[in-house]
């Protein structure tokens, strides 16, 4: 069994909770420190030989875009529900850009739904 591995970047910093909910549901969350940590989500997805990345900022999109732009990772973004993220991980992107929503459940779904889709 392959370990989901989510790369985490939030304009402010933040991402714990998110992180929490990957863990809980058996994947291994890596936050990017730092203020405009966003912009770094391709970069640290090519590094660490991510699954999927999960960018916050307030356009819900910089970063992932950035991700698509630099890294040919495929992106959705505008984000702005647990839904739309897994509807778009069932869509093959892997770069998903959202809006400000540090939610343990939004980590715990997205792995569920990488899982389903891709085994695990």
């Not at 069994?1 to 970047?9: A, E, H, R």
């Not at 495929?74 to 093959?92: C, F, H, L, P």
């Amino acid at each position: 069994m392959t370990q989901v591995i989510v790369v985490i970047g939030d304009r402010l910093g933040k991402g714990q909770k998110v992180a929490a909910g990957v863990e809980k549901a058996g994947g291994k969350a890596i936050v990017i420190p730092g203020v405009a940590a966003d912009m770094k989500l391709g970069d640290v997805m090519k590094a660490e030989g991510a699954s999927f990345g999960i960018s916050f900022c307030g356009s819900g999109g910089a970063g992932s875009i950035t991700a698509q732009n630099k890294h040919g990772y495929k992106a959705k973004y505008g984000m702005r529900s647990v839904d739309e993220g897994v509807t778009a991980i069932n869509e093959g992107a892997v770069a998903l850009g959202f809006g400000f929503m540090d939610k343990e459940e939004l980590g715990e779904r997205l792995v569920q739904a990488w899982t389903k889709k891709h085994g695990g």
